[in-house]
């Protein structure tokens, strides 16, 4: 059985699209997926949040990661703004802490948050309160995420690619054809 590094350069190539630009960002990529896929398999609950430019990405995400054509269980994933809509309001340190002890007793197994969007919007102080949230980050570098550039006239098929490899990462782990360290 393959690691998930291996397995997620033969991933890459099997893609019919131009993936390439993913060979060598897969080192920094294959450590934060084993992480996630860990944490799914424990039972966390996933909580998705971008920012406004990607909110029709979070939609996406939302329709096809428990679409019921799927062979698969359904995965604990969520719209953060479904769970809290005013998120907005999280304004003080003292409002973030309360929202984080909502949380802790909502997610009782725990969670953890997907953030994909700019690292200079506002909802990155509720994605950076904790070191092991999925980051997917455009045009800011900080340790743990994945670095986009908002510059990349390919950055939303860039996206959709990355989803599409996650979701197979996903299928991989669910059904042992891969191995996790």
């Known amino acids: 059985m393959p690691k998930l590094l291996e397995w997620t350069l033969e991933a890459i190539r099997e893609e019919s699209s131009d993936f390439s630009w993913m060979e060598e960002r897969r ?21 998705l949040l971008t920012d406004p430019k990607r909110r029709w990405f979070e ?3 939302l329709d096809a990661i428990n679409a019921p054509d799927r062979n698969r269980p359904f995965l604990p994933v969520q719209s953060l703004r479904g769970v809290f809509a005013d998120l907005q309001g999280i304004d003080t340190s003292m409002r973030l802490t309360l929202f984080e002890d909502m949380l802790d007793i909502t997610y009782p197994q725990g969670y953890f948050i997907w953030y994909i969007g700019e690292g200079g919007h506002a909802y990155t102080k509720i994605a950076y309160q904790h070191e092991n949230n999925f980051l997917w980050l455009i045009d800011e570098e900080v340790a743990g995420s994945f670095l986009m550039r908002g510059s990349d006239p390919q950055l939303d098929t860039k996206l959709l690619q990355l989803y599409r490899l996650f979701d197979r990462s996903i299928d991989a782990a669910l059904f042992g054809q891969v191995e996790l360290t």
């Open 27 to 47: 080192y920094t990529w294959t450590p934060l997926v084993e992480s996630v896929l860990h944490r799914l398999l424990d039972g966390q609950a996933v909580l």
């Open 59 to 61: 939609q996406y995400i």
